[in-house]
């Protein structure tokens, strides 16, 4: 975990920083949303579950349950409909051109910039739903995860397994450079393990060796977490 002048930012903030790397979602992301208002870009995470007990590890409803307001937007007109007809505020909207008519205190988006066609067009518009105090809070598959590296060496591949949307790989530095070009600085960096269900024998027993190993060296865990804050914009690079 980095942590940028941890002087200059709120208790809150300053207590994410300081949070143990082997937390889990709830502990290290969730207070980040307590009493804010919060925009949620792709919130139905691919598919809206009906019911509360298979939504239950879904982000955008465990982040209502802590923000004072919550707005989640997705491009998948069905989900987009059933999650209104069950009582949420979600609308729709495309992650790379929406920019809502009042600002947001947090913008999450929660494993949605590796499904991009174009990511800079996306923190641009983070950059523009967020006031000027806010957080960008970013999820991201880790891409030397202890996961992922066992399946490129027992397969011997140079192109493990990946969500057949995604459309790129991340590391924290190149997180953090293209957050740079569109005028953020980051305030947190963490990895993490978020709850998962339906797993299959093989991604279960991947997990369980992701898990034995990163007892030890948590920056292998499955799922990297970035905050950030605005900073001025940058004169070599896009706004």
């Known amino acids: 975990m980095t942590i940028v002048d941890a002087t200059k930012v709120s208790p809150a903030l300053q207590s994410l920083a300081a949070a143990d790397d082997r937390d889990d979602f709830a502990r290290v992301v969730l207070p980040l949303f307590k009493g804010r208002r919060v925009l949620d870009v792709g919130c139905i995470n691919h598919h809206f579950f009906a019911t509360p007990k298979r939504r239950r590890h879904s982000s955008f409803f465990r982040i209502e349950r802590e ?39 947090v913008v999450h988006g929660g494993d949605i910039i590796e499904h991009l066609s174009n990511p800079g067009l996306f923190l641009a518009c983070c950059r523009a739903n967020l006031t000027d105090d806010g957080l960008l809070v970013l999820s991201t598959p880790n891409t030397f995860s202890v996961a992922t590296a066992w399946e490129v060496l027992s397969r011997a591949t140079n192109d493990p397994k ?22 953020f600085e980051p305030v947190a960096f963490h990895t993490i393990e978020i709850a998962t269900t339906g797993l299959t024998r093989h991604e279960r027993t991947l997990l369980a060796l992701n898990r034995a190993v990163t007892r030890l060296a948590p920056r292998f865990k499955r799922t990297m977490v970035a905050v950030f804050r605005k900073t001025a914009p940058p004169i070599d690079g896009p706004i």
């Open 67 to 105: 923000a004072a307001f919550v707005l989640g937007i997705d491009n998948v007109r069905p989900s987009v409909r059933l999650a209104r007809e069950h009582g949420h505020n979600v609308v729709y909207g495309d992650a790379e051109t929406f920019v809502a008519e009042e600002a947001f205190e």
């Open 162 to 183: 990946v969500h057949p949307q995604h459309t790129a790989y991340f590391s924290p530095t190149t997180l953090k450079e293209l957050a740079r070009r569109y005028g």
